[in-house]
């Protein structure tokens, strides 16, 4: 009978809600899905470039954007299964990631110093929405989250520093 069943186990943040209220949790999942979209849409960027970029730099090039999209790949492997953690359903379609970044698809076909230029604001634009997600991370008492975003921040840091030097 029902009454010797084992109660279902709690979700396992359920001290972020433990007030009753989500206590930033789904804006933490928003947050989260938004930097998805973000990482994705930059990672097919990267990629598109380490195909079409041609020029005196391509060798460099080539490589530097293969070793960005690889990262780029793994991180949105994370940062999708950090939302799954949260009890959030992942973002996972071009739609959906279009409708979430910030970055914007390319019509063209840029030369290889604008496609660095390009990656640069790209860099920054996701730089710019890891940081967005941190007061509903803090409201949440979002420890891992708040590691994950770290962790981004400074890959993507790093990776503009990169991109900038070839413009120097
Ligand atoms: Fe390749």
Same mark, same amino acid.
């Given at each position: 009978?029902? #009454?010797?069943?084992?109660?279902?186990?709690?979700?396992?943040?359920?001290?972020? +809600? +433990?007030?009753?209220?989500?206590? %930033?949790? &789904?804006?933490?999942?928003? %947050?989260?899905? *938004?930097?998805?979209?973000? #990482?994705?849409?930059?990672?097919? /960027?990267?990629?598109?470039?380490?195909?079409?970029?041609?020029?005196?730099?391509?060798?460099?090039?080539?490589?530097?954007?293969?070793?960005?999209?690889?990262?780029?790949?793994?991180?949105?492997?994370?940062?999708?299964?950090?939302? !799954?953690?949260?009890?959030?359903?992942?973002?996972? #379609?071009? %739609?959906?990631? =279009?409708?979430?970044?910030?970055?914007?698809?390319?019509?063209?076909?840029?030369? =290889?110093?604008?496609?660095?230029? !390009?990656?640069?604001? %790209?860099?920054? =634009?996701?730089?710019?929405?890891? /940081?967005?997600?941190?007061?509903?991370?803090?409201?949440?008492?979002?420890?891992?989250?708040?590691?994950?975003?770290?962790? !981004?921040? &400074?890959?993507?840091? /790093?990776?503009?520093?990169?991109? *900038? #030097?070839?413009?120097?």
């Amino acid at each position: 009978m029902t #009454s010797s069943q084992a109660p279902p186990p709690a979700p396992m943040d359920s001290s972020i +809600a +433990a007030d009753g209220k989500d206590g %930033g949790r &789904q804006a933490t999942a928003d %947050g989260l899905s *938004r930097l998805l979209a973000d #990482s994705y849409t930059l990672y097919l /960027k990267t990629h598109n470039y380490h195909w079409n970029v041609t020029g005196p730099m391509f060798p460099s090039l080539h490589l530097l954007f293969e070793t960005q999209y690889l990262e780029l790949a793994v991180a949105g492997d994370l940062i999708a299964e950090r939302i !799954r953690a949260l009890d959030q359903p992942a973002p996972a #379609s071009y %739609g959906e990631f =279009a409708r979430r970044t910030a970055i914007d698809e390319d019509d063209d076909q840029p030369d =290889a110093t604008e496609m660095v230029r !390009r990656l640069v604001a %790209g860099q920054h =634009a996701v730089i710019r929405t890891a /940081k967005a997600v941190f007061p509903a991370v803090e409201q949440a008492h979002d420890e891992p989250t708040a590691d994950l975003l770290t962790q !981004r921040i &400074q890959a993507h840091e /790093k990776a503009a520093w990169m991109l *900038r #030097s070839v413009l120097a």
